[in-house]
Each structure stands twice: as C-alpha cells, then as structure tokens.
C-alpha cells in the first residue's frame, strides 16, 4: 500500500514537446526527438544534456533561472521542429532565392542553422510579446484616446482583458488549423504519457491511452500564466505611476517581461509540486487546464507509441533522479 500511495504522488520533471509527426522528450540527463517518418518507422535522435546552470551557477537562482529556462526551452523546441520537420518535406521545391545562395556560400551548415534558430526564437519570442502585450497596450490607448478622463485601475482592466481575449483567440485559432491538429494529438500523447509513468503503470499503449491529456505542467498554462502574472504587475506598477503614454507603457511590459517569467517559472514549479494535494493549487491550475482543451487532443495508438518511446529513451539511470 505505502509503495502505491508513493507511485501515485510521484511527480516527474521530465516534460516535452509535440513535434511535427513526432515527440521530443526532455530529462535529467538525456533528450530525446521520436518520429515517425513517411514510411511508418520510428527514427530515434537522443543526445546528452549540458546544464548552462552547471557553468553558471549565478542562472541556476531562482527568478533568474525562468527566463534562462524559457529560453532554452524555445531554442531546443526550435531545433527539435527543424529536425523533425525533414522527413515531411514541401511538395513544391522553389528555386532558393538569391538570399538563400549567398547564405549558403557565406554560412558552414551549422552556422547557417544557429542563424536559422536564432532569428526563428527572436520571431516567436518578438511575436508573443507583441500579440500579447504590446498589441493590447495600443489598442486600449486608441479606444480611451476619446475618454480623457478615464481613470487608471479602469486602463488597466481594459488592456488586461484583451491580453486574455487575444490569447484566448490565438489558441482557437490555432487549434482550428488542420496541420496543426495532428501537432495537438502528439501533444495529448505527450500528457497522456507522462500521466501514466507518473502513475507507476507499464508504459504501454493500453495503459497509456486512458490517461487524462491535460497536464497541470503544459506549456499552455506556463504562457497562461505569464499573461495573468504581467496583468497583476502592470496593475501594480501603473497604479503607482499612472502612466498612460502608449508607448511609454509598452516599454515598462517590456523591461518588466524577465520578472514575470521568473516568478511564472516559481510559481509553475509549486504548483507542479502540490497540485494534487493542495485545493488552492488546483484552483489556480484550473483556467490553463482548461486551455488545454484547445491545445490538446486525443491521439491515436500509433502517436502513443511514438510518445512511450521518446520517453523510454530520457528515463534516468538512477530510479527517482526525476523527481520533481
């Protein structure tokens, strides 16, 4: 009984990633990408992990180690797409343009593909902040532009409620395009993977198929999050200042972005340790759960397998090394 109680409060650190056709796994010593090419066969890619954190101790601290993690976390995620995304090449092939020859010649591979990476996490990361931060700020400026009078806790209100509706409309969104679809149900395999180590069963695909597929550790809630987190110190900070330059604004979000990933990653990180033993943690859990539902779908038995095994391949050699 004391062996079953243990399994089922066992929490992993190991997270992932749906890919295209595929799923990357990440644990305390090994990553792992499993994808499952055009002819139906599992192509395998495991590679050791270096901890920047190990060199610099200084980026291991709390607060501090969020956005170092977020940024990993979107280099790795890039780099995993990349790959995973030749074995699905385009059907039309173009002629390279004139940039991308004199890329070629002027780039080796590998620094063609760090300046692929780095430009593609400078996109993402720029767009995000954007959509949900600095888009919201102006069009709340337009809107109360005509109300002069309008007082500062109601600008604030205003512009975080179209930090939610955006979000909210982006992952429709995205949840509605079909190519993104089947990146959902490697997703849903990813939770439902993870679940069922978690619970101490076999990894097999009939234990792994009646898992949940929402996770209270995806992705989905960490970005949730952050949007709630920067709408409270946004609050806060313009409550003190009441500052309603535009753009004065947009760069206050900006300088206050580290921050709010940081406490986003402590704040996940509890949760992650007590949300099955604790009714707040479950409360505050509750709105990025139920995003999930737009990120997350059921997959089939061929995406659990590819699931199971990228997971088999970053377990620890050490039993409990993982531990959250």
């Known amino acids: 009984m004391a062996e079953e109680n243990k399994s089922c409060t066992f929490r992993t650190s190991i997270g992932g990633q749906a890919l295209i ?24 890619k495991v590679e050791g992990l270096k901890f920047i954190k190990d060199r610099y101790p200084i980026l291991g601290m709390p607060l501090v180690r969020g956005t170092v993690n977020f940024l990993a976390a979107m280099v790795n995620g890039v780099k995993a797409l990349m790959y ?36 593609a996490v400078v996109l993402g990361v720029g767009l995000s902040v954007f959509l949900f931060m600095v888009l919201p700020t102006f069009i709340t400026g337009g809107i109360l532009h005509f109300f002069p009078g309008f007082p500062m806790w109601g600008r604030n209100l205003v512009e975080g409620l179209l930090k939610i509706a955006i979000f909210l409309l982006y992952l429709i969104f995205c949840s509605k395009q079909k190519d993104i679809y089947r990146v959902f149900q490697y997703h849903g395999a990813e ?27 995806c992705g989905t809630s960490f970005l949730f999050v952050v949007i709630f987190v920067s709408i409270v110190f946004s609050s806060i900070v ?61 997959p089939d038995d061929g995406m659990i397998e590819v699931a199971i095994r990228s997971l088999e391949l970053v377990l620890p050699s050490e039993k409990g090394k993982d531990e959250w």
């Open 84 to 119: 995973s995304a030749e074995f699905y090449p385009d059907e039309e092939v173009s002629q390279p343009s004139k940039f991308e020859l004199w890329l070629e010649k002027h780039l080796s591979s590998k620094k063609l593909e760090q300046a692929v990476v780095g430009l």
């Open 238 to 298: 313009f409550g003190i200042w009441p500052i309603t330059n535009v753009w004065l604004r947009s760069l206050i979000h900006l300088l206050l972005l580290p921050l709010i990933v940081g406490v986003t990653y402590e704040f996940n990180r509890w949760v992650g340790r007590h949300v099955q033993d604790s009714g707040l943690a479950k409360v505050l859990t509750a709105p990025g759960m139920w995003l999930q539902n737009f990120t997350t779908n059921e």
């Open 21 to 44: 056709e595929g799923v990357m796994m990440r644990g305390p010593e090994k990553q792992a990408i499993v994808v499952r090419d055009q002819e139906g066969n599992l192509v395998e």
């Open 191 to 217: 939770h439902k993977s993870i679940f069922c180590y978690e619970a101490g069963l076999p990894l097999t695909v009939e234990n792994v198929r009646v898992q949940p597929r929402h996770h209270p550790r």
